[in-house]
């Protein structure tokens, strides 16, 4: 069975895809944080977003009809137990005592 469908990308994911290259040729050497940072001020100063609106849209259009399809060819979300796979939280061990503290309780002990 096919996995489930992946979520769309928003507009601002789109956008930023394609315009991550031009970012680092404007900024030689820059981090990838700042690549982000960069788009994001880039994405704010934008007038108009319609075009990557669109396009986002159509994505999410294409990936509600993957789903219907999905959940119509026998997957679900119950099938893979619950939701979204998450991984378990690893058990904490009790912290054991240093041997530091273990003398400390025996010297306790002697002088009672």
Known sequence: MADKPKRPLSAY????NSARES???ENPGIKVT???KRGG?????MKDKSEWEAKAAKAKDDYDR????FEANGG???ANGGSAKKRAKPVKKPAKKSKRDDSE????????
């Open 13 to 16: 994911m789109l956008w930023l």
């Open 23 to 25: 970012i680092k040729r």
């Open 34 to 36: 700042e690549v982000a």
């Open 41 to 45: 001020e880039l994405w704010r100063g």
């Open 66 to 69: 993957a789903v219907k399809d």
């Open 76 to 78: 679900s979300t119950a």
């Open 105 to 112: 309780d025996d010297d306790d002990d002697e002088s009672e």
